[in-house]
C-alpha cells in the first residue's frame, strides 16, 4: 500500500527525493521516491557514503519535492577521462 501511495505522489510530483550533488564526477544523482521527508533524511547518509566509497568528492545533500526526469545527470557531457587526462570529443 505504502509504494502504490508513494508513486501517486511521484506521479504528481509531490514526492520527496534525496538529491545528491559531487564536485568530482561533475554529477547529481537523485535517490528516491520517499513518501516523508524523514525517510528521505534518514537515507542519505547511506547515499553519501557509498559515493564517497566510490571516490565521489565535494558532496553536498539536499531532500526536497521534485520529479527528476533522471536519477543520475552528468555535467562532464562531452568529455572522457583516461588516466589523469581529459580528452574532449570533437564532432
Known amino acids: 500500500m505504502n509504494e502504490l501511495f508513494t508513486s501517486l505522489l ?4 509531490l514526492a520527496w527525493w534525496v538529491e545528491v550533488k559531487t564536485e ?15 525517510a528521505a533524511e534518514d537515507s542519505k547518509a547511506g547515499y553519501v557514503a557509498d559515493l564517497e566509497q566510490e571516490g565521489a568528492q565535494g558532496i553536498t545533500v539536499s531532500v ?7 536519477l543520475t545527470v552528468s555535467n562532464d557531457l562531452g568529455e572522457q577521462r583516461s588516466q589523469g587526462i581529459v580528452r574532449a570529443f570533437s564532432s
Open 10 to 13: 511521484h506521479s504528481v510530483g
Open 24 to 38: 568530482t564526477p561533475d554529477c547529481t544523482y537523485y535517490f528516491g521516491p520517499f513518501a516523508e521527508a524523514k
Open 64 to 70: 526536497k519535492r521534485c520529479k527528476p526526469a533522471k
